[in-house]
């Protein structure tokens, strides 16, 4: 069977920064409480339109399950490292809490779990996906900004998605190849 390569595809013109997302995530995958512990954030993006008609864009974000990862080269342990699906995963139990790979991210996308001593971050809500179902923060999202699937089936949603419309990826300069699209 053909290997999987999960993604999201976002279209940002569609978040009103309710925040379920975030709500969403944190109470899924039990995230401590607190603005520094986080696996998905909203950050304002530029004002779209033009004078007078102005309106605010936000822009989700999260660990981008890039191809290309920084962050598992540094870890020392191999706490970090990439599945089948693409999902870039971190093993708490591996995990001594360095921080390196926190450095080594470009998008700020770990974290330092004070609970578990290990650093965390998004996996596609891996537990979910394991038994058929969305991930959280796309489940939840009452604009339905955030649509997830299978790169590598030509069917899926996300697939046309990206062959209808134009898109982007965040710092595609740096080379690390991120699996969160971004509709233009
Ligand atoms: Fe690693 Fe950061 Fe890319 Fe996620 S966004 S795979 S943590 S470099
Ligand atoms: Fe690896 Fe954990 Fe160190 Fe990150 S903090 S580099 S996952 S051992
Ligand atoms: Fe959080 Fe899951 Fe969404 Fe990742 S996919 S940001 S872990 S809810």
């Not at 995958?29 to 998905?40: A, C, F, M, V, W």
């Amino acid at each position: 069977m053909k290997k999987r390569r999960l993604a999201i595809v976002l279209d940002t013109r569609k978040c009103i920064d309710c925040k379920a997302c975030t709500v969403a995530c944190k109470t899924e995958n039990k995230i401590p409480l607190g603005r520094e512990t986080y696996r998905n954030w909203v950050s304002e993006g530029p004002l779209r339109g033009e004078y007078p008609n102005l309106g605010q864009s936000y822009t989700p974000g999260q660990c981008m399950q890039c191809a290309n990862t920084p962050c598992d080269r540094v870890c020392p342990t191999r706490a970090t490292w990439v599945n089948d699906d693409g999902i870039v995963v971190v093993e708490d139990r591996k995990c001594i809490g360095c921080k390196y790979c926190m450095t080594a991210c470009p998008y700020n996308a770990r974290y330092y779990n004070e609970e578990t001593g290990a650093v965390d971050k998004c996996t596609f809500c891996i537990q979910r996906v394991a038994v058929g179902e969305i991930p959280a923060c796309v489940e939840t999202c009452p604009t339905k900004v955030r649509v997830f699937g299978d790169l590598n089936d030509p069917e899926s949603e996300v697939s046309e998605l990206l062959a209808r419309h134009p898109y982007r990826v965040l710092k595609p300069e740096i080379g690390t190849e991120p699996f969160l699209f971004y509709l233009m």
